[in-house]
């Protein structure tokens, strides 16, 4: 590992780094952007070297170029980063800051196995974000409303994060389509505690902005992750 690896990923270092290109232009960050680049992956998945990937794909944003090569990156690489405590944050950020048109490799392939990363503590993050994405909303929502999706969901801790999103998320007609899955799914989930849930809260049907409330769960996700004080 050279010595620009071991600052990116140091504890104490990456601070610097990251101060580094926050304040320099970008014609002054090719020895940055390099190892970034050629450790892709170890970057996104290491806690610090995250960050500076982070910091590089919003400083990168309007260079053509280089946006393309790491949307590249992220497209090659989506299944090694979705279910990472670290590497699902790259894939997030990028859907915060990229166009969506220029994501459609990683959509795709995050769509294609919405089930499995619905369920999944870190991924499921990824779907959620996906879900804000008012171009891919419809996309996601009609994927998450396909019976076999949504019983999965139902019965799981992080899948119910995912469908509140979605319901929240959704328009009208949208909204009535994921109620109608969910209701002539209920007999098939077979965890009762969630089953239990699902059944008040078709009786009830609470309002949208208190979709989170009406499903209160002590903790949330990724809030505790010692990762955050970083991001």
Not at 30 to 54: P, R, T, W
Not at 86 to 95: T, V
Not at 170 to 175: D, I, K, S, T, V
Request: proline share 3%.
């Amino acid at each position: 590992m050279c010595i620009r690896d071991r600052l990116i990923t140091d504890a104490q270092a990456t601070h610097f780094v990251q101060k580094i290109v926050q304040n320099f232009s970008l014609s002054h960050l090719d020895f940055i952007y390099e190892v970034i680049i050629a450790s892709f992956v170890h970057m996104a998945n290491h806690q610090y070297g995250l960050c500076v990937l982070k910091a590089i794909m919003t400083k990168v944003k309007e260079d053509e170029r280089r946006v393309h090569e790491i949307i590249d990156l992220l497209t090659k690489s989506t299944d090694q980063l979705v279910q990472d405590q670290y590497g699902n944050y790259a894939i997030q950020h990028a859907f915060d800051i990229y166009p969506s048109y220029k994501l459609s490799g990683v959509l795709d392939k995050v769509l294609a196995k919405i089930s499995q990363l619905s369920i999944h503590k870190f991924s499921s993050n990824v779907v959620e974000v996906g879900i804000s994405i008012e171009s891919e909303k419809s996309r996601f929502i009609n994927a998450l409303s396909a019976p076999l999706v949504i019983v999965e969901l139902m019965k799981n801790k992080y899948g119910n994060f995912v469908l509140q999103r979605a319901l929240k998320e959704a328009g009208p007609e949208e909204y009535q389509a994921l109620l109608n899955a969910v209701r002539e799914n209920l007999a098939s989930v077979n965890v009762k505690k969630f089953r239990d849930k699902w059944e008040k809260f078709l009786r009830d049907r609470p309002d949208r902005a208190s979709i989170s409330l009406y499903f209160k769960d002590p903790g949330t996700k990724q809030a505790n992750d010692p990762l955050i004080k970083y991001l």
